[in-house]
């Protein structure tokens, strides 16, 4: 099993930034690739970033390349989304989520986080 939490939402403004962190614990975080996902009110689920077991390799939905960096650190068994230039579009709930293979699609992965509140206001 793997536990993951969530933390690093909250309310900003247009334009501005926050950084989402996820803490594993249980199996060897080292072993899992990494994504964060969203959902917004009324929506279904979306692909936000994935990253590959080692850090080197990641994947990113069209919406948010370029604002977007996911990166990981393995000594601390967390993940990072970095958001930059937030748009109100963004507002949503984000969740991490880990899977020996990964992917972009939210089936892909066994475990997951409560998630997280990210709110832009415009």
């Known amino acids: 099993q793997v536990q993951l939490v969530e933390s690093g939402g909250g309310l900003v403004q247009a334009g501005g930034s926050l950084r989402l962190s996820c803490a594993a614990s249980g199996r060897t975080f080292s072993s899992y690739a990494m994504g964060w996902f969203r959902q917004a009110p009324g929506k279904e689920r979306e692909f936000v970033a994935a990253i590959s077991w080692s850090g080197g390799s990641t994947y990113y939905a069209d919406s948010v390349k370029g604002r977007f960096t996911i990166s990981r650190d393995n000594a601390k068994n967390t993940v990072y989304l970095q958001m930059n230039s937030l748009k109100p579009e963004d507002t949503a709930v984000y969740y991490c989520?880990?899977?020996?293979?990964?992917?972009?699609?939210?089936?892909?992965?066994?475990?997951w986080g409560q998630g997280t509140q990210v709110t832009v206001s415009s």
């Open positions: 989520a880990a899977d020996l293979d990964g992917g972009d699609q939210d089936y892909e992965y066994d475990y």
